[in-house]
């Protein structure tokens, strides 16, 4: 139906900047929004930042300021800039689409997650 393919997680040090892509593909139909979930062990998964279709953004107070959200609506893309990063902000990402496929509604859609590693 949708699926999430996910790249540009790594090992960075304090500091460092890593730029993360999700790209959807399947039977979508239109897509209103993408969003950038992280989990880390032992915390629940947390909204880190989200776009809608009409570029309307939302971001963590936590990365506010360092990370930013972009979306590409031809290519079904959403990438995430993250500058300034700390080790707090090590977590599996994950992308989050809300699309919409043929005979349904808008139904939320979850990428495997992709490991960013901020650690000297």
């Known amino acids: 139906q949708v699926q999430l393919v996910e790249s540009g997680g790594g090992l960075v040090q304090p500091g460092g900047s890593l730029r993360l892509s999700c790209a959807a593909s399947?039977?979508?139909?239109?897509?209103?929004?993408m969003a950038w979930y992280r989990q880390a062990p032992g915390k629940e998964r947390e909204l880190v930042a989200a776009?809608?279709?009409?570029?309307?953004?939302r971001y963590a107070d936590s990365v506010k300021g360092r990370f930013t959200i972009s979306g590409d609506n031809a290519k079904n893309t959403v990438y995430l800039q993250m500058n300034s990063l700390k080790p707090e902000d090590t977590a599996v990402y994950l992308c989050?689409?809300?699309?919409?496929?043929?005979?349904?509604?808008?139904?939320?859609?979850w990428g495997q997650g992709t490991q960013v590693t901020v650690s000297s």
């Open positions: 399947g039977s979508i139909v239109r897509i209103n929004a």
């Open positions: 776009i809608t279709s009409g570029g309307s953004t």
């Open positions: 989050n689409v809300e699309a919409l496929i043929p005979y349904s509604e808008y139904t939320l859609y």
